[in-house]
C-alpha cells in the first residue's frame, strides 16, 4: 500500500537470456568406399558426428524475478509456504495482506551428444532402364550431461532404406522414381539442459514492509517459506541412471515418396509427387509423479521416513523422489526411482496406460506436389510449383510452436496425461496449399534479372487455456492433478469469460491469413 515497485531492467517480467559464453561446437569425419562390380555399384562408409555445447540454457535476465500479489484472506499459504501471510508479518491495509514471491531459474550447463553410423548399398542396374537401390544404415547415440556422466546411449539402432528409377520409355523422357526408408535424428546437446544437467527453478514466499524504488527488491523481507520446486530444481546433480528411460529409442520417422517427372516438349518439363512420413519413435520428459506414487504404494514402498507416498496439503509437496525423466511417449519404458533416497534404485516398468495415456504420438505428413518447368533457353528460365499437404498429429517435434517453447525434446508436451488431452488436430506444421514460383531473364550476356514469389495457406490457430476436463486417474496415488497443473497451458477454452470451459482440441480455431512473400534480384550470371 503506498509502495513503488520499480522495474529496473528493461526487459518483460521473467525474460530468459543465454548462458554467458554460450558456444556450440560440432566435429564430423566421414569414409566412404565405392566398388563397381558388373551391373552392382556398391557403397559403404562410416561416419562420427560430436556435438559439444558450452553454457547451453537460459537464466532469468537479472538473476531472478520478484512477484508481488495481495489477498484477503489472512491464513493463504502461498505454494511452498509454511506459515500463513498474516503469522509472517505481511502489511495490511484494512483490506489486503501484501506478500511477494522470488523465483530463481537457471539452465545453464555445459553438454555433449555423440553419434556414429555406418552404412552399406548397393545401387544395382537391372536392366539399361532400371535400376534398384537397397541400402542399410545402422546408428548408435550417446548424450553427456555437464557433470561429463552418459545419461542416454542407444546401442544400436538399424533403419532399412530403399529406391529406385525407372527410364520408363527408354528415351530419357520420362522418369518414374520412388523411396522408402526410415530415419533416424541425432538427440541434441539440448536435452541435457535441464532434463539431465543442473537447473534451479524455484519460488520461495515472503511478506515485506517495502520495496527498493531502484531495484524492486522488498525491505524489510521475512521468508514464510523454503524455496520451492515442482519438479525438485535445486540445483543439485542428478543421477544420470535415472534421468532417461532405459530402454530408450531416438527420434524417427518412415517417409514414402513416389513421382514422376516427363519431357512434354524440348522447352517445357512437368512433374508430380507424393510424399508420406509417419512418426515412427519421439523423445520427449515426462513429469508426473502419480503413476511412481501409484507404483509404490500398490506394492507397499514407503518413502525414506517410513511414509506412504502422497501429497502434503499443509507444505503444497509430495514425497515422491521423481521430478522429470526422458523416454518414449507411447512406448513401455523402464524408469529408475530412488523411492528411499538411498542409492538403491528400483526398476519401474509402465506401459502407456500405467502413465495415464490412451494413446500415444502420432503425426503424419501427407503432400503432392506438382510442377512445371521451363528449362533455360530462349534467355530465360522458370518454375511454378503447387503443394497441397496436411500435417497432423498430437507431437509436433522437438520443440513445441504452441508456447514458442524451445526446450528440445523437453517441452511440456507428454509432460502429464491432461496435457495430451485434445492435442490431435492440425499441427504448427500445417500449410494446406502453397504455390512457389521463380525465374529469371538473361537480359545481357553477363546479368540475370529474377524474381521469386511465394504464397502458403495460414497455419492452424489454437486456444490454450486452464485445464477443463476429467483428470486421469491414478488410484492409491495420494496426488491430485493440481500438484501437476501447468496453468494455462491446456486444450480447453472459455468463450464467455470465464464462466464454462469447453474442449478446444488443436487446431479447431480456423486459420490464420495467407502469407505472401516476393523477391527480386539482379546479378551477374554465371556462365
Keep these: 500500500p503506498g509502495l513503488t515497485y520499480g522495474i529496473p531492467y528493461p526487459f518483460p517480467a521473467a525474460t530468459t537470456v543465454p548462458g554467458p559464453g554460450a558456444e556450440d561446437t560440432v566435429k564430423a569425419g566421414r569414409i566412404d568406399l565405392e566398388y563397381s562390380l558388373g551391373t552392382h555399384l556398391l557403397r559403404g562408409g562410416f561416419d562420427k558426428v560430436k556435438l559439444s555445447s558450452k553454457d547451453a540454457g537460459d537464466y532469468t535476465a537479472g ?13 493463504l499459504h502461498p505454494n511452498g509456504a509454511t ?63 555437464g557433470d561429463g556422466e552418459t545419461f542416454l546411449k542407444v546401442k544400436t539402432e538399424v533403419h532399412p532404406r530403399f529406391a529406385f528409377g525407372w527410364d520408363v520409355l527408354g528415351d530419357k523422357s520420362t522418369k518414374l522414381y520412388g523411396s522408402a526408408g526410415r530415419y533416424g535424428v541425432q538427440i541434441p546437446t539440448h536435452l541435457a539442459v535441464r532434463g539431465a544437467s543442473r537447473s534451479t527453478f524455484t519460488r520461495q514466499p515472503f511478506t515485506y514492509q517495502g520495496v527498493d524504488p531502484v531495484t524492486g527488491a522488498p525491505t524489510g523481507r521475512s521468508n514464510i517459506g523454503e524455496p520451492f520446486s ?12 535415472a534421468v532417461a528411460a532405459q530402454d530408450i529409442k531416438p527420434n524417427s520417422q518412415d517417409e514414402l515418396t513416389l513421382g514422376i517427372e516427363r519431357a512434354l516438349t524440348a522447352e517445357l518439363n512437368a512433374g508430380a509427387r507424393m510424399t508420406y512420413r509417419r512418426l515412427v519413435a519421439t523423445v520427449d520428459d515426462f513429469c508426473d509423479p502419480r503413476p511412481f506414487a501409484k507404483w509404490a504404494n500398490d506394492r507397499g514402498i514407503r518413502d525414506k521416513n517410513g511414509n506412504v507416498f502422497a501429497y502434503d496439503p499443509a507444505t503444497g509437496t509430495h514425497n515422491v523422489p521423481f521430478s522429470c525423466a526422458s523416454f518414449n511417449p507411447g512406448r513401455d519404458s523402464t524408469f529408475l526411482v530412488d523411492f528411499q533416497e538411498n542409492g538403491n534404485y528400483r526398476e519401474v516398468h509402465l506401459n502407456k496406460a500405467d502413465l ?49 517453447q524451445t526446450d ?13 488431452q485434445g492435442a490431435y488436430g492440425n499441427l504448427p506444421g500445417d500449410r494446406r496449399h502453397q504455390i512457389k514460383a521463380f525465374g529469371y531473364v538473361r537480359a ?26 476429467t483428470p486421469s486417474e491414478f488410484p492409491n496415488s495420494n496426488i491430485p492433478f493440481d500438484v501437476v497443473d501447468y496453468g494455462s497451458s491446456y486444450h480447453y477454452c472459455s468463450f464467455d469469460g470465464g464462466n464454462t470451459i469447453v474442449a478446444s482440441p488443436r487446431g479447431s480455431q480456423g486459420h490464420l491469413p495467407w502469407d505472401y512473400k516476393l523477391d527480386m534480384k539482379i546479378g551477374r550470371a554465371h556462365v
Design 63 to 75: 538473476g531472478g524475478t520478484y512477484s508481488y500479489f495481495r489477498t484477503t484472506n489472512p491464513d
Design 83 to 145: 506459515t500463513s501471510v498474516k503469522d509472517g508479518g505481511a502489511l495490511y491495509d484494512g483490506k489486503y495482506y501484501y506478500y511477494g514471491r522470488e523465483q530463481i531459474f537457471t539452465t545453464v550447463t555445459s553438454a555433449a551428444s555423440n553419434q556414429s553410423a555406418f552404412y552399406l548399398e548397393d545401387k544395382w542396374q537391372t536392366t539399361p532402364n532400371l535400376f534398384l537401390q537397397p541400402g542399410l544404415r545402422v546408428e548408435k547415440y550417446e548424450n553427456v550431461n
Design 230 to 241: 515442482t519438479n525438485n530444481e535445486y540445483g543439485q546433480p542428478k543421477a544420470a541412471q
Design 356 to 404: 495415464g495415456f490412451p494413446e500415444g504420438p502420432k503425426r503424419k505428413y501427407f503432400a503432392l506436389d506438382f510442377f512445371l518447368e521451363h528449362p533455360l533457353s530462349n534467355g530465360w528460365y522458370g518454375r511454378v510449383m503447387y503443394t497441397y499437404s496436411k500435417n497432423s498429429g498430437n507431437t509436433e517435434g522437438q520443440t513445441l510452436s504452441d508456447v514458442a
Design 408 to 420: 528440445v525434446a523437453a517441452t511440456q508436451t507428454w509432460d502429464n496425461p491432461e496435457i495430451m
Design 444 to 469: 545481357a550476356a553477363e546479368w540475370d534479372i529474377g524474381a521469386a514469389f511465394v504464397a502458403s495457406s495460414g497455419r492452424p490457430k489454437n486456444c490454450l487455456g486452464n485445464f477443463g476436463g
